[in-house]
């Protein structure tokens, strides 16, 4: 009896443990206890890394973004912000938040100065999770290699939810980002935009592309949003950025 009981004690250890992970996407439903009607902010978080992007929900204006490392340690969430557009006096500094777990897919975070509940968005995932960097770029039929650096560009894909960045965190310069909603199946990568922050008209836009990993690098070809023709190499960014 009292080996049954310690096997579903650690059973059930092992389901709370699996079930309280930030890996994912998250959106904000409440700010200091009011409910988030008006914008739409979405988190990604994977692999040590997090990005978010809001939208106003009338008129899909860019709101902002912001990102960067994050740790979790003595159920305080810390951060330290490669990018923020909000206020870029944030970016290298670490910010800490106290963790409260609602349930499993809702999770509150306080500070001094605000509390905020975000929920769950979804638990898919696919073999293009992660948080990826540019390492490669096709022009003029060649491929350049691009060495991530202070300035770089980073697609972070998580819970059916993808951002990408391009920032530089030296000079606390941001140059644009987009995301939404993306699937990859069959070596077909499909992007829906929810935000783009250089033109509010392409949001709703499909945009697909062909993709492969090969030796864990994502190839990424198809037309831009533009109708450019692009072939792209993603590298993991734990692996290819070294600060």
Not at 163 to 187: D, E, L, R, V
């Amino acid at each position: 009896m009292k080996r049954i009981l310690s096997l579903c004690v650690i059973f059930l250890s092992l389901f709370i443990s699996t079930a309280q992970t930030m890996e994912g996407a998250w959106k904000l439903t409440y700010l200091d206890g009011e409910a988030i009607t008006n914008r739409e902010v979405i988190k990604i978080v994977k692999d040590g890394y997090f990005a978010l992007g809001s939208r106003d929900v009338v008129d899909n204006s860019f709101l902002g973004a912001a990102g960067g490392e994050y740790r979790i340690e003595n159920e305080k969430l810390i951060e330290i912000r490669d990018f923020d557009t909000y206020d870029d006096s944030k970016i290298g500094i670490e910010h800490q938040y106290l963790m409260t777990w609602v349930n499993e897919s809702r999770i509150q975070l306080s500070s001094a100065s605000s509390q905020k509940v975000w929920e769950r968005v979804s638990v898919n995932n696919d073999d293009l999770d992660g948080n990826w960097v540019i390492t490669g770029r096709q022009r003029d039929g060649e491929m350049r290699t691009m060495i991530p650096g202070d300035r770089r560009t980073i697609k972070i894909l998580g819970g059916g939810r993808f951002q990408w960045i391009a920032f530089n965190s030296a000079t606390k310069t941001f140059g644009a980002s987009g995301g939404g909603t993306y699937t990859a199946q069959n070596g077909i990568y499909t992007e829906r935009i929810r935000f783009f922050s250089k033109d509010k008209n392409r949001v709703g836009a499909d945009l697909e592309f062909d993709y492969e990993v090969i030796n864990g690098e994502w190839h990424h070809r198809g037309n831009s949003s533009k109708g450019q023709s692009i072939y792209e190499i993603w590298s993991p960014y734990q692996e290819a950025y070294q600060k």
